[in-house]
């Protein structure tokens, strides 16, 4: 199981102080978060994509995570998300290759079509295409990042004639791809059709939505012949805050999260919580919360943690990545690693993507006629 904790970027006014920090310190800040994650021992950092206010994160995620492989040693880089809708995969293909070797391989991303409209026009898009617009260019990307020589033709850019992408990925193979959707069983499909994994970041959404998602991407998986339905790729979202006095964490998140433009003016708090992966409380509660999560998915490989939002201090960021260091991250790898029956794969990192390639068991979309077995080291399928 991989830890890790994601950032939106947003700008929010501190409403227990009136201060809002500046695109610089929120910037800075960022970088700080990051590497004191690594420090901490989480798995992975990812940062969104935006293109608007009140939200600094990158447009191009790129920049941000080759400044952070040259100040980290260990933690996976990743997005959260990549916008494929309105991206040029032949930018995607590029950046992140080049992002791959400057990080020697930790280096994965989520694909996503965002939850901003306004920015499809802004690149010359119509929402209304937002679903075939992910499933083209992903078709594309993916082939860039595996042909040397791609013959293409679609229905949203000009077409390629014997183009090569440079450089080519690391080792000869592709960042590990997650492809993240709350809402749309189009993206569960095309998850399970590549062999991919998917990402739900069901920070906003019931139990019972997130179920059955996931159930649909795993029927899906197996389908295609990748691996049995409980082997699939499956990463969740969540959030955050404690205290090691319960209490007390309720009463310091409580301004934030009324006022929070994300959360505020809606649900109370206890409602929220009780109906979504928000959990404010002790460190005992945010780990019996988080185990509880596989009654939700069964096996899974990635949680992620929001906790630098709504506009929370960094100094208090750095205290709850702390909290996760100290008294959460220990307790949920032992646990779920107790848990996960032998043949469910692994989290994917780029040396368990290399040996999988030599062994000649990449996923072949939709199955094929080539190698079936989705699964790294530890999958039925390849034992």
Known sequence: MQFGIFTIGDITVDPTTGR???????????????????????????????????FVAPGNPPTLLAFLAAQTERIILSTATTLITT????????DYAYLQHLADGRVDLTLGRGN???????????IRDGIELALENYGLLHRLWREESVHWQGRFRTPLREFTLTPRPLDGVAPFVWHGSIRSPEIAEQAAYYGDGFFHNNIFWTREHVTRMVELYRRRYEHYGHGAAHQAYVGLGGQAFMHKDSQEAVRRFRPYFDNAPVYGHGPSLEEFTAQTPLTVG???????????????VGDYQRQMFLIDHAGLPTDMVLEQIDLFGEHVLPVLRREFAALKPDDVPEAPTHQRLVDRARRGEEPVPGGGDGPRAGGLPGSAANR
């Open 116 to 126: 901003t409209g306004p920015v499809y026009p802004w690149f010359g898009k119509d």
């Open 87 to 94: 991206m040029d995969p032949v930018r995607l293909a590029e």
């Open 20 to 54: 809002r920090p500046t695109e610089h310190q929120r910037i800075t800040d960022t970088v700080r978060i990051a590497k004191h994650a690594e420090q901490a021992g989480f798995d992975v950092f990812a940062t969104g994509q935006h293109h608007n206010p009140p």
């Open 282 to 296: 002790s460190p005992q509660q945010v780990i019996e919360r988080t185990l509880g999560f596989r009654d939700w």
